[in-house]
């Protein structure tokens, strides 16, 4: 399953993009990842990020594999944020 | 911090100091105070940018570039100090291996990263990071090590239009449920170039209507009726 989400916007320079869950209140938020870049350095249109390539919890890959190694194991395989870039 | 000074300038009598400085806050500390008392030069940083333990690529170069000139002017014996107050420690890691890549000291960025983070107790980066800064920290190493390869650089920062996120995979939260996926982006606003200062630049809208809570169990129905998803 892919989960597409729209983040129309643009961009220049140094970027931080945060991926955050929401809990069922809409209050509460737990960071899921984080990815900073630099928009001269993406070649493509996409940019495409591995688990290795995110900045997520400390814990998440040690107590996942302990405690949930099959749920977990695909966990965050692959991120991908699609970019158009634009003529200016 | 004067004990220190002195023993410094005991052990290099002949030396001059350049001290940079990883601040917590926005203003001028009294540590760079005490250290221009000794007559020592110093240049201060942030310690982090939109809650990330890295730099913008332009104060990484200008700190490459002053670091770089400073070490190596001829006929002198400089010094180049690194210090970081509270919670300081992962950006000045970064900074350090940085130099080292870019004075061709060391050699591979991560290799490099891990030797620099061996110098603290491990403990004290997840203590001062809630999210391992490393690979994005890597990504912005692999920027400076490839300087080489193209002919500008810092390069000219090429504005993007982002289009959407996806995630290939499901991350599970609520108790290994799913997750209810928000997004912001920081950056430099491209419409305000006058400004290069950071901002939020997009948030999804908080609302239900807005943000969609995925579910576990939703994989059977987008395999087979491939609705929504992707």
Redesign the interface.
């Known amino acids: 399953?892919?989960?597409?989400?729209?983040?129309?916007?643009?961009?220049?320079?140094?970027?931080?993009?945060?991926?955050?869950?929401?809990?069922?209140d809409?209050v509460r938020?737990?960071?899921?990842?984080?990815?900073?870049?630099?928009?001269?350095?993406?070649r493509s249109n996409s940019l495409v990020l591995g688990r290795?390539?995110?900045?997520?919890?400390?814990d998440t890959k040690d107590q996942f594999s302990k405690n949930?190694k099959s749920?977990?194991s695909?966990?965050?395989?692959?991120?991908?944020?699609?970019?158009?870039?634009?003529r200016? | 911090m004067g004990g220190i000074v002195t023993q410094l300038q005991d052990y290099f009598p002949d030396a001059s100091f350049m001290v940079f400085n990883f601040r917590e806050g926005d203003r001028r500390t009294q540590i760079s105070d005490i250290l221009s008392l000794c007559d020592m030069t110093v240049m201060e940083y942030p310690r982090q940018?939109?809650?990330?333990p890295?730099l913008?690529?332009e104060m990484i170069h200008h700190f490459l570039r002053s670091s770089e000139s400073w070490l190596s002017l001829e006929g002198q014996q400089n010094v180049l100090l690194m210090h970081c107050e509270r919670g300081g420690w992962p950006v000045l890691a970064f900074m350090l291996a940085g130099l080292l890549l870019y004075r061709k000291q060391y050699s591979g960025e991560l290799k490099t990263l891990e030797m620099v983070y061996k110098q603290a107790p491990r403990e004290l980066l997840?203590l001062l990071s809630?999210?391992?800064?490393?690979?994005?920290q890597l990504?912005?190493l692999q920027?400076i090590s490839r300087r080489h390869l193209g002919s500008e650089w810092?390069?000219?920062?090429?504005?993007?239009?982002?289009?959407?996120?996806?995630?290939?995979?499901?991350?599970?939260?609520?108790g290994?449920k799913g997750?209810?996926?928000?997004?912001?982006?920081?950056?430099?606003d491209?419409?305000n170039p006058a400004n290069?200062s950071?901002q939020l630049?997009?948030s999804?809208s908080?609302?239900?209507k807005h943000?969609r809570h995925?579910l576990q169990v939703?994989?059977c129905y987008?395999?087979h009726a491939e609705c929504e998803?992707?």
Not at chain 2, 130 to 136: C, E, G, R
Request: glycine share 4%; proline share 9%.
């Open positions: 399953m892919l989960v597409k989400i729209d983040i129309p916007c643009r961009v220049q320079g140094d970027v931080v993009l945060e991926c955050i869950h929401l809990s069922e809409l938020e737990e960071m899921m990842f984080r990815v900073m870049f630099h928009t001269a350095f993406v290795d390539d995110i900045d997520i919890l400390w949930f749920e977990v695909y966990c965050y395989s692959y991120v991908t944020v699609i970019f158009q870039v634009s200016q | 940018y939109e809650g990330c890295l913008p690529l997840q809630p999210l391992n800064p490393q690979p994005s990504r912005y920027y810092p390069p000219s920062e090429t504005p993007l239009y982002l289009d959407c996120l996806i995630l290939q995979v499901l991350p599970l939260f609520d290994g997750c209810r996926p928000v997004v912001r982006v920081y950056g430099p491209p419409s290069r950071s630049l997009f999804t908080k609302t239900q943000v995925y939703m994989y987008a395999i998803f992707i």
